[in-house]
């Protein structure tokens, strides 16, 4: 053994493994591009001129650009749109209509966009003044407007206009979003779920804790549970608690919103602090959150921002908002760091935004040839505009928005086309399509020749100052202009944000000429043929994605 252990001791030490750096799978965008993403993502509209070509000069100034669009007043309203892809409270009916409230159904739309907008306006607040994102689970306001504080019981800030922070009047708990109309309204119940549903949306939303996808198996002997019933089932057999340990003790605490008519417009409107009792007897089981008691809603909200997984569904359900995905386990190490700053830094949401849009998967615009298979099928590196932004681009651009009988055409989709847009209406489609489809293209190029219409419209046959997109040219400019080039240059710097090469000016030429050969009318032939030119760049792919 001695000498054995001699000869190992004089053998030579093995050579150190050499691990060769792995290269990095994605190829970040050019900072043209990228200022053009972070424009649209935290504004809701295209970069101006004078920011492009900043930016094409030095492009350190894209940084500098970010954290000025992290204070724009703009980002609450695109905060909203983002949180409303996975809060999923932007429906199209309630279980109480206009009617109910002696409104009009020109009021529609407004009624139903304000109800579910409340408690993401609460969201987007905290997250744009300064507030800790614990707040929104214990703030003793909400934030409404004039519609809202005209059929709920708010006081609203007298002359105010559009949302502002206001307050409840029944005495509800003070909880933030678990205590908003706007979220009990989406997330409603009935005599047999009894807040089950409610108490699922909850974990989902705060703490990424998704029950309903939780694998359930049934393969179990159902010996002994004949004649059982549900209720008693699901508090004895193991699958079951599994997941209603946590559902029914969260769903008791949420009895004060319990409606014992349905549809009553009365009883939907007020919070019924009488009704908090019930739950222990109707759940047989007392109000806890992961079983820990609570008393009352105002202690629920206390609970779930003291709970660890609060701070890093936060964390993940931005990198979904910014990311364009779903985020997977490769991305834990990623998601920690990001919560952990954000906790460093009180919890404050720009602070969080900054950092996601520092990221190598937010800042991506391809990924390498030999990019590992799950990496590239993951990463959505070139992002489509949805109905949100689309809406607001092109309202910012003509000042035009898809309305008809008082509803917005991207915004809804009773009367309108956002689900066939790639959109969510938080109850059948609840998470935005990444690929182009047939009715995408489709509602796109309707959007892109209406919005054509009006600008040229508006630039040429009206000479309204100021000029929307035509800045240059009037209704007399020949192709041969060198004044025409320019204008054809400069669009194409402004909508695609990228130069245009000799080709791409040609091909825009050869457009206009040919509509303009075509029409009949000497006296519209120009306009037919900017709407064309215009019509063509609003739906050109590179227009259309980012």
Request: hydrophobic share 45%; charged share 20%.
């Amino acid at each position: 053994m001695i000498v054995l252990l001699a000869l190992f001791a004089c053998a030579p030490a093995p050579s150190p493994v050499v691990v060769a750096p792995v290269a990095d799978p994605l190829v970040p965008m050019d900072d043209v591009r990228l200022l053009r993403r972070l424009s649209l993502d935290l504004r809701g509209v295209l970069p101006s001129v004078e920011e492009l070509d900043a930016v094409e000069a030095d492009g350190a100034q894209v940084d500098i650009y970010r954290d000025q669009f992290l204070a724009d007043p703009r980002l609450e309203g695109r905060l909203v749109a983002l949180f409303a892809e996975q809060w999923h409270t932007l429906v199209d009916a309630f279980d109480v209509d206009v009617y109910d409230f002696d409104l009009t159904g020109e009021d529609a739309y407004r009624f139903q966009r304000s109800v579910g907008e409340e408690p993401l306006r609460l969201l987007a607040y905290v997250a744009t003044h300064d507030r800790p994102w614990s707040e929104i689970v214990t703030a003793d306001y909400t934030v409404a407007n004039e519609l809202l504080a005209g059929v709920w019981p708010l006081a609203y800030p007298e002359g105010g206009e559009g949302w502002e922070v206001s307050t409840y009047t029944d005495d509800r708990p003070a909880a933030g979003v678990l205590a908003s109309n706007g979220l009990w309204w989406r997330y409603s119940t009935n005599p047999f779920n009894q807040n089950r549903t409610r108490a699922a949306a909850v974990f989902r939303l705060l703490v990424c804790e998704d029950f309903p996808a939780r694998p359930v198996s049934f393969a179990t002997a159902t010996e002994g549970f004949e004649g059982v019933s549900s209720a008693d089932r699901i508090q004895s057999d193991p699958y079951c608690l599994a997941c209603h340990a946590s559902i029914e003790p969260l769903a008791s605490a949420l009895f004060g919103f319990w409606w014992f008519r349905q549809n009553s417009p009365t009883e939907m409107v007020t919070y019924h602090a009488e009704r908090e009792m019930l739950g222990a007897d109707a759940l047989n089981a007392e109000p806890a959150w992961f079983g820990e008691p609570v008393a009352g809603l105002e202690d629920l909200g206390r609970h779930v921002a003291a709970d660890g997984r609060f701070s890093e569904c936060a964390a993940r359900t931005m990198a979904t908002a910014l990311w364009r995905r779903d985020t997977v386990l490769e991305d834990q190490p990623r998601i920690e760091a990001l919560e952990s700053a954000f906790v460093d830094g009180g919890m404050r949401m720009p602070v969080l935004l900054r950092d996601l849009t520092d990221t190598p998967e937010y800042r991506a615009g391809a990924v390498t040839d030999d990019a590992p298979e799950a990496v590239s099928a993951r990463e959505v590196t070139v992002r489509l505009l949805g109905p949100e932004v689309l809406a607001t681009v092109v309202e910012d651009l003509t000042g035009w928005r898809w309305e008809h009988g008082g509803y917005d055409q991207l915004g809804n989709d009773l009367f309108g086309y956002r689900m066939l847009m790639n959109g969510v209406d938080g109850v059948y489609i609840t998470r935005p399509a990444q690929d182009p489809t047939l009715t995408w293209a489709l509602v796109t190029a309707r959007t892109a020749e209406a919005s054509a219409y009006i600008a040229v419209q508006h630039d040429l046959v009206q000479g309204t100052s100021p000029r929307l997109l035509l800045q240059t040219v009037t209704a007399t400019t020949p192709a041969s202009d060198p004044v025409f080039q320019d204008e054809l240059a400069a669009l194409h710097w402004r909508l695609l944000a990228r130069r245009a090469t000799a080709d791409d000016l040609a091909a825009l030429t050869e457009l206009w000429s040919t509509l303009y050969e075509a029409d009949g009318s000497r006296e519209t032939s120009v306009i037919v043929a900017w709407t064309g030119v215009l019509a063509a760049l609003l739906q050109h792919p590179e227009f259309l994605s980012y």
